[in-house]
């Protein structure tokens, strides 16, 4: 356990709709990272927040968008729901005093289960 | 050329051999290397951490990195069954790429009795 924790932990949504991802960081741990992983694939970096800014964004449309409160907790918001956005979705916390300077390990949720129809 | 690339596999080994993983990766100026174990239907859990050349073990698990080569391995020595699993090599580029962490597809490992 990593004491990553993410709500719900499945979710069926049609296509078109707004769902909301929820993410409690580790204690400690002021940096939170989303990935979506595909049947099959490695996770891909969505983007992450550090103290309630985005400190990096991988290549989703803006329908991808985010939030972190000032309890480091975070979620992830995604409009316009389209058949290829069903994926696991990964929470992942950080802190850059746990590793070497901005290169942390990053230790992961139990992840949100997205199916759209 | 995929950033980071593994075999896909599945790799199957005998209950009690070593387990061979690798994984290349493209952007030589990455600094952080990570294996993460992922069972199916459950997120994926931390291994091991490499960031200088060299072997690192961690009881029957060792790293080895190449940065030379760009190539980063996982060795499973004394592979049991609960060791079958998706591996996962993750790499983090630094600089620009701050806080990403980009992972290859993954090796399925089987261990059979």
């Known amino acids: 356990e990593t004491g990553v924790t993410q709500s719900p932990t499945h979710l069926i949504k049609t296509r078109g709709q707004q769902v909301t991802l929820r993410c409690s960081s580790q204690s400690g741990h002021n940096t939170v990272s989303w990935y979506q992983q595909a049947l099959g694939q490695g996770p891909q970096f969505i983007f992450q927040y550090y103290r309630e800014e985005e400190n990096g964004r991988g290549n989703f449309p803006p329908r991808f968008s985010g939030l972190q409160f000032p309890n480091y907790s975070s979620e992830l918001n995604v409009n316009a729901l389209e058949l290829d956005d069903s994926a696991l979705y990964l929470c992942a916390s950080s802190s850059p005093a746990s590793g070497r300077g901005g290169l942390e390990t990053q230790y992961f949720g139990p992840g949100t289960r997205l199916l759209v129809l | 050329q995929k950033e980071v690339e593994q075999n896909s596999g599945p790799l199957s080994v005998p209950e009690g051999a070593i387990a061979s993983l690798n994984c290349t990766y493209s952007?030589?100026?990455?600094?952080?290397f990570f294996w993460y174990r992922q069972y199916s239907g459950k997120s994926p859990e931390l291994i091991m951490s490499?960031?200088?050349?060299g072997d690192k073990e961690d009881g029957r698990f060792t790293a080895q990195l190449n940065k030379a080569s760009q190539y980063v391995s996982l060795l499973i020595r004394d592979s049991q069954p609960s060791d079958s699993a998706t591996y996962l090599c993750?790499?983090?580029?630094?600089?620009?790429?701050?806080?990403?962490?980009?992972f290859g597809q993954g090796t399925i490992l089987t261990v059979h009795p």
């Open positions: 952007d030589r100026g990455s600094q952080s």
């Open positions: 993750a790499v983090n580029a630094g600089g620009t790429s701050y806080g990403k962490l980009t």
């Open positions: 490499i960031y200088s050349n």
